[in-house]
């Protein structure tokens, strides 16, 4: 886990509004036992997630395809390869939706805004450094036109059951 305590009482918050912000319908599924929290789903999520991503065209058509994603400080990040058809969809129009669904065990639902991310940004180093960790190669060599990404979430749930973290997983 890269999260802060400040990291997660901020994705608590994201979390809460979020569901406090849905339909009748979705808060009856994830409610009780199944309701995560902040600290469940950044545990939930170490190592690398296939995520479903969900793009738009210009024609304003709903395109979706799988991508590795990394939960870093309460954020996804994700790489495609500049030829990509996610990759122009998201140079015009960055909201996206994803989800990473584990059976019954675990979902994990999200809209943002994906923001590029380049060698100048404050995130750069350090998300090379875990992906590159994780693949033993450095993403960006993949390719001629490698474009790595975060998502900046506005709305985010979680559903499943998993344990929480203990102290020691917290830290």
Do not use: N
């Amino acid at each position: 886990m890269k999260e802060t305590p400040e990291e997660i009482a901020a994705l608590q918050e994201l979390m809460d509004a979020s569901r406090a912000g849905s339909t009748s319908h979705l808060r009856e599924i994830i409610s009780g036992d199944h309701l995560l929290t902040a600290a469940q789903v950044v545990g939930a999520l170490e190592g690398m997630r296939v995520l479903s991503l969900a793009t738009v065209t210009a024609r304003g058509e709903p395109r979706v395809s799988a991508v590795d994603g990394h939960f870093l400080h309460g954020q996804w990040t994700f790489g495609t390869d500049g030829r990509a058809a996610k990759a122009k969809h998201l140079e015009a129009r960055p909201s996206v939706s994803l989800a990473h669904v584990d059976g019954e065990r675990l979902g994990v639902f999200c809209h943002g805004q994906a923001i590029r991310l380049s060698p100048g940004d404050p995130e750069w180093e350090e998300t090379i450094a875990h992906w590159t960790a994780h693949y033993e190669e450095d993403p960006t060599t993949w390719g001629a036109d490698i474009r790595m990404f975060r998502v900046e979430p506005t709305w985010m749930v979680g559903y499943g059951t998993v344990d929480e973290p203990t102290a020691d997983e917290a830290d």
